[in-house]
């Protein structure tokens, strides 16, 4: 007989929810009208207008956004996990020296 820990481990869990996934899918198919090709089904369609192809060549301005936001979030994401017994001089310092970046890249332009 199978323990309850292994039908109860993530794996099993996982292809049961496969499974079930799965089923419920084919029977769908079987509910579900047929499809008719046709031109409305498949070009793009954007509040209620029909969308125009445009191009849009990102600038180094959005470079600089991009690398600000990854330096300020990653910056959060050290500070909020680092341990509370650790000296104040550490997260302040690394702060500062985060304050640095953001100052030389807002010069840099």
Do not use: C
Not at 1 to 13: A, E, Y
Not at 32 to 38: D, E, G, N, Q, R
Request: glycine residues 6%; negative net charge.
């Amino acid at each position: 007989m199978l323990s309850w820990d292994l039908l109860t481990s993530p794996v099993i869990i996982m292809a049961y929810a496969l499974g079930i996934g799965y089923l419920v899918y084919a029977w769908s198919r079987t509910i579900a009208p047929a499809f008719t090709h046709s031109v409305n089904k498949t070009m793009p369609y954007v509040g209620g207008e029909v969308a125009e192809a445009q191009t849009w060549q990102p600038g180094y301005q959005f470079f600089y956004v991009a690398l600000f936001f990854t330096v300020v979030h990653v910056a959060a994401l050290v500070l909020a996990t680092a341990p509370f017994d650790a000296p104040l001089w550490g997260p302040l310092g690394y702060l500062a020296i985060m304050a640095i970046a953001i100052m030389i890249l807002r010069w840099e332009q």
